[in-house]
């Protein structure tokens, strides 16, 4: 079964951290790129940080860059994204999937920066 599960999300005070984990499965996870994508309350769905599986090269968002970092664990299946200096515009529900042949979407993780 094709699966994505996002855990990690919290409330969190501006300037805090979070750390966000994707557990993938029922496809050959090292042969995908993956991203992260958030939607904030009545907002489109936006993408926030890509790896691409080619070379493992990164890209993001520029409101994000310097502050983001997205990684995989191949022998896990699983995608995180560690999220430094956290601001109240940061607020969404966080989603993983793959950037290229996407999946259906999980149920996502609250991330909630609020003082």
């Known amino acids: 079964q094709v699966q994505l599960v996002e855990s990690g999300g919290g409330e969190v005070q501006p300037g805090g951290s979070l750390r966000l984990s994707c557990a993938a499965s029922g496809f050959t996870f090292s042969s995908y790129s993956m991203s992260w994508y958030r939607q904030a309350p009545g907002k489109e769905r936006e993408l926030v940080a890509t790896?691409?599986?080619?070379?493992?090269?990164?890209n993001y968002l520029d409101t994000v860059k310097g502050r983001f970092t997205i990684s995989r664990d191949n022998a896990k299946n699983t995608v995180y994204l560690q999220m430094n200096s956290l601001k109240p515009e940061d607020t969404a529900v966080y989603y993983c999937?793959?950037?290229?042949?996407?999946?259906?979407w999980g149920r996502g993780t609250q991330v909630v920066v609020s003082s």
């Open positions: 999937n793959r950037r290229f042949e996407p999946l259906g």
């Open positions: 790896i691409l599986v080619r070379d493992g090269s990164t």
